[in-house]
């Protein structure tokens, strides 16, 4: 798959289950624009509100609850507590502290008692932990956050609303951070969408002359792709407000996102001039969320006006670099990070880059020496995670996995995670047999863990035990329905493995996860592969050239090309399969549609 998407592994035949991500979510997009906060957060706000963790969020607690109780029968308690955690009994170490609450009313404790019933998953200790914080401690913004999120998933939007109101008023940073805060909450449940909307027509509603409410509204918006309500919303900000930069950046994330693209290039165009020392930010800014809507053309453009300016700017040469890896122009490519090599700011990412161009051509030799001399910075745990991949793939396997190893001893918090990364670098070097008892492992450790059942069932589908596979799936959907990730797998498992008569739940499972991630490539073509498989060949084909429109990845090359052989577009079809298999040369889902259509 192309460089950008963030993969921890190195590319080849897609497994039959499509990964939307790399579940071990160490590696992390490889497009990183040094960004001031304030601007991301007002142009790329977006996203970041898209990715956010379903979960609830832990509040923070001390490690242990023992601290400054003296009442013997709370201490009683908080020791039945903290033994039942050692243990790993989360809810019976909740029950315990919510039973030294009754008589101590002491807020780290019930802090502790409410992280404790997250962890256990239990909503009523949850529920009763929360609000008995919230009584202890009445101006704590984190109770009411919770209180907040539980009442969205109950649908109790006159819960949600006061909660909400609450954290408005109650935010360290004003009202307008309170409002954006909210939004930010809110948009963790997709599944609530319709709740959450109202809840924030209600703030609007009650406060009319509020900049920060329609901002809030308009983030909301766009988060469950309500693009025309997201653009009123927007445009209020800034009729309130025009003298704000965010207020701005955030209509232009909207007009991006509606396809409206001379307007906002104009409106950004007039953003610069007005902040004339930032630019370059604001563009580089505007070249990401151009590129995120798969407007490469434009966003390149941005890019390379930044440079024609600016020919020093590191960030947008290094961002330039990154495009032309991803479009398969690595002689370029390569040249530009090289000379970002020595750079202080960008030179460990340069050699990142550099380590997963070798990758990308499986220079192993060269990606691992690229690696070790990534020396901090951010790419730091990703470079190692890499490092074992490729170790893997030299054939090295047990150094790679005496690294994660002791990788993992040196960040605990981490252990899943790298268990997971082990998980798909053995599946990747052709030992899935390993991988398998390395996920069984890890699970027996984090039972339930979707990410590592979903990783799990991509060892099985590479097994061929394609009811192991589905039986993970549907574990994780029965845990977390809103799984876009699980759904979609699941669809695309059925899609492909299954009989005729599975395919409507199929298109149900993928139906679901689409309206979860309407912009998700993968999706879009899995959506298409199924129209195909039910004989909808112009609407396959719809859905297909969409999704290879945003992401080039050749089994997307593969279907698409199929789809137009199938409708007698043959001569384009053979265009899809050799522009393909010029950026992935040997590519065996594209090869195996060639052979069996055109021989």
Known sequence: MALSDGSSLPSGCRASLPRRTAPATLVTSNLRLALAPALMLALLSVAAVQAADADLPSPPAPERSDVGVSDPEAQFHIMLGEMAANRGEAGVAASELLAALRTVPDPALAARATSLAISAGNGGLLELAARRWLEIEPNNMDPREVILQMGLQRGDADEAFEQADAIVNGHGGGRSDGFRHVAVLMAQHPGKSDTAISVIKRLVEQYPAEPG?????????????QLDAAEVAARETVRLKADSRDNTLLLIGVLVKQGKLDESDATLDALAKRNKKESADLRLAYAKLLLESSQRTRARGQLERILKDSPKNTDALYALAVFNANDGQYDVARKQFQSLTQNLDRGSDAHFQLGRIAERQKDWNTALSEYEAVS????????????AAVLAQLGRTGEARATLAQMRQQFPPLA????????????????????????????????????????????????????ASEADLRAIIASKPDDARALNALGYLLTVNGKAERLPEAKQLIDQALKLEPDDSAIIDSMGWVQYKLGRNEDARGYLQKAYAQTPDPEIAAHLGEVLWVLGQRDEARAVWLRALETAPGHQAVLETMKRLAP
């Not at 409410?213 to 792709?225: E, I, Q, V, W």
């Open 376 to 387: 901090g910075g951010p790419q730091a745990l990703d470079a190692a995670v890499r490092r």
């Open 416 to 467: 899943p995670r790298l268990r997971l990364a082990e998980g798909e670098i053995l599946l990747e070097a052709g030992k899935p047999d390993e991988a398998l008892a390395a996920y069984n492992d890890a699970l027996t450790a984090t039972p339930n863990d979707a990410d590592l059942l979903y990783g799990r069932s991509l060892v099985h589908d590479r097994r061929g035990d394609a009811a």
């Open 213 to 225: 409410a329609y901002y809030a509204s308009a983030l909301l918006a766009l988060r469950y792709n």
